[in-house]
């Protein structure tokens, strides 16, 4: 916390106060709170100083208590910005962390990490194409209300094993248009997937 007390008229200025203890913050730094499905949400900002940063910090604390046991947990996010509300800290914590999840899933499924190309076109189309492809994921996930998941792989998953049936009908011969409808494909589908709705 910042130091409230008076200078003592020698030496250098405290900047340090009390040391911030997110479990004990009072509740005058309180901005937000909500209750859903027993779980209170509280939102604190205050202004704070970190021995490894020269500038005061614009900290603010999420913590989430059980209503029913009393457990709780915190988050603690910070910026340089002073001026930020307590709504934009959080907000812009949520973008990175999607942009974050976005460049795992195009470097896990969509092969960001395994282009060998060192030209700048050739690199730029790499990486377009990787994030297209995890748009494109996304955007499937969304037209089909959870049909094919709610994650990368599942999506693969989903494409990769209707593939498979199709082409397991198709050795079928002659009898496979009486047996070779969407139902069956999308049940054999769902059986390989790991987060099923």
């Not at 100083?49 to 910070?78: C, E, M, Q, W, Y």
């Not at 910026?79 to 942009?99: C, E, P, T």
């Not at 496979?176 to 139902?183: D, S, T």
């Amino acid at each position: 916390m910042p130091w409230q007390g008076e200078y003592s008229g020698r030496g250098r200025k405290r900047i340090y106060g009390e040391r911030l203890l997110p479990q004990k913050i009072s509740n005058e730094y309180r901005v937000h709170e909500t209750c859903e499905d027993g779980v209170l949400t509280e939102y604190f900002q205050i202004e704070a100083r970190h021995k490894k940063f020269p500038d005061a910090l614009n900290v603010v604390i999420i913590r989430k208590t059980s209503v029913s046991s009393g457990k709780t947990a915190h988050v603690i996010l910070f910026s340089s910005d002073l001026a930020l509300g307590w709504d934009k800290v959080v907000d812009y914590y949520r973008l990175r962390f999607q942009i974050e999840f976005n460049f795992r899933d195009a470097k896990q499924y969509w092969g960001l990490e395994d282009f060998m190309v060192v030209k700048e076109a050739k690199v730029r189309n790499s990486a377009c194409f990787s994030m297209f492809m995890v748009n494109m994921a996304y955007a499937l996930i969304a037209q089909n209300d959870g049909k094919v998941g709610r994650s990368m792989h599942d999506v693969k998953v989903w494409f990769l094993a209707r593939k498979q049936v199709q082409e397991t009908l198709k050795l079928c011969g002659e009898n496979a248009e009486r047996i070779f409808i969407n139902e069956l494909i999308d049940k054999i589908s769902m059986k390989f997937m790991v987060n099923t709705s």
